[in-house]
């Protein structure tokens, strides 16, 4: 399959920028003999003629993608192979065009940053984001509304870990959007729009929980907004 190079957005990027997307094309293309990782070609050494043997993007803060540092992996071609081959990836995956794909994961991923958040906000106790109020009584939850309360905590703990996920993906994909040549103000308004999508289904849940709603019916709400959310997003 060949490189498509036609597309308007691709042809205003720069020249490493468009040499990357080509390269990078090529590569995802013929994975089955190159495979994504550094496909530097060894001129002396132990393995002279033969494929770089560095696992991709080895050395560099796009580990996992593209050349290692050793062959330009730190470099500003090399970034924006690297950030190619991944939007080839999300492409492939959401059966959209690479520019599309990177946007659209920047998107979705905001949004799940920002639904963790509002997860996370419901904590009422410290314990519940490491887990330990889930196997004990919070005790008394001293200066406030809920002075003198005793509390059974949750565990949040999956939460916290997701939003820990979520944010270096999101910190990534959005450093390799940059890197690829995808506009700034472009990647700021995907970052807006999952938080703001995100936002607005909080808030409807927050004003059923303060109408009195059943913890069935909430928990019911949830479910389809979390599902609404993604397709939402993926749109």
Known sequence: MTVDLSDSRV??????????YAKAGEQWFGRDVLGIG???IYKKGRHPGKQCLSPPGKGTDHVGWGPCVAHGG?????????????AHSFAAELDVSPWEALLMVIRITAGRVRYCEAVLATA??????????????VGEVMGGPLDGA????????WWVDTSERERDRLARVSKAAIDAGVAQLLIEKELRAGEELAGTFVKVLAAMEA?????DAL???????????QLALES
């Open 11 to 20: 042809t205003k990027l720069n020249r490493w920028q468009q040499e990357a």
């Open 38 to 40: 550094c496909t530097a």
């Open 74 to 86: 730190a470099k500003k071609e090399g970034r924006a192979w690297a950030g190619w081959l991944m």
């Open 124 to 137: 009422v106790d410290d314990r519940e984001l490491t887990g330990a109020a889930a196997t004990e009584q």
């Open 150 to 157: 005793i509390l059974t905590g949750r565990n949040l703990s």
């Open 211 to 215: 109408a009195g709603m059943t913890d």
């Open 219 to 229: 928990t019911l709400a949830r479910t389809v907004m979390r599902k609404e959310l």
